[in-house]
Antibody, heavy 122, light 107 residues
Framework: EVQLVESGGGLVQPGRSLRLSCTASGFTFGDYAMNWFRQAPGKGLEWVGFIRSKAYGGTTEYVASVKGRFSISRDDSKSIAYLQMNSLKTEDTAVYFC?????????????WGQGTLVTVSS | DIQMTQSPSSLSASVGDRVTITCRAS??????LAWFQQKPGKAPKSLIYDTSSLQSGVPSRFSGSGSGTDFTLTISSLQPEDFATYYCQQYNRYPLTFGGGTKVEIK
């Protein structure tokens, strides 16, 4: 059974950093791209970025609002994807979800984690 | 960025009704369209990809259609567990973008 479990969320002050983890099981993690999405309280869904599988270079893409502040990485030996969030802003407050995508990335996603809440506030 | 516009933003329907939700893209997205279902306090669930392909385990009462810029999600016979918010998403170009959502409520 495919499972994705996010962790690392919490309350953080503006300007600080936080790292989220997405621990995967039930599939060959290294074969897939991993995406991050977010949902601000009471709002719709927003794509944050993804990391391709190593077969496609392990490169990343991001939405403009987080480019230069957020970075996605992966540890295929541990089946974990990370979202490093720096210089956090109040508008980054959201539930963050990780999802599995096709190996090249930028495609449809199938499985979602349960999400982890990040609150940016002083 | 490609803008995705869903309509209606909400609708009321009864169990057994046929429900149709539309999604319009601001430019041709080459049928790279997905639909998601989200219930309150839960993670989204993937329903459809590539406009009309059902994700594994999704009931056949859900179907997707369309091409170019205009797409449709249809629920052929609404069930109690289908009351939720539905989102479309394009993945033809970065950034990947979503419609604003359609909330399906009980009449």
């Amino acid at each position: 059974e495919v499972q994705l479990v996010e962790s690392g969320g919490g309350l953080v002050q503006p300007g600080r950093s936080l790292r989220l983890s997405c621990t995967a099981s039930g599939f060959t993690f290294g074969d897939y791209a991993m995406n991050w999405f977010r949902q601000a309280p009471g709002k719709g869904l927003e794509w944050v970025g993804f990391i391709r599988s190593k077969a496609y270079g392990g490169t990343t893409e991001y939405v403009a609002s987080v480019k230069g502040r957020f970075s996605i990485s992966r540890d295929d030996s541990k089946s974990i994807a990370y979202l490093q969030m720096n210089s956090l802003k109040t508008e980054d407050t959201a539930v963050y979800f990780c999802t599995r995508g096709s190996p090249r990335g930028g495609s449809s996603v199938d499985y979602w984690g349960q999400g982890t809440l990040v609150t940016v506030s002083s | 960025d490609i803008q995705m516009t869903q309509s209606p933003s909400s609708l009321s329907a009864s169990v057994g009704d046929r429900v149709t939700i539309t999604c319009r893209a601001s430019q041709d997205i080459n049928d790279y369209l997905a639909w998601f279902q989200q219930k309150p306090g839960k993670a989204p669930k993937s329903l459809i990809y590539d406009t009309s392909s059902l994700q594994s385990g999704v009931p056949s009462r859900f179907s997707g259609s369309g091409s170019g810029t205009d797409f449709t999600l249809t629920i052929s016979s609404l069930q109690p567990e289908d009351f939720a918010t539905y989102y479309c998403q394009q993945y033809n170009r970065y950034p990947l973008t979503f419609g604003g959502g359609t909330k399906v409520e009980i009449k």
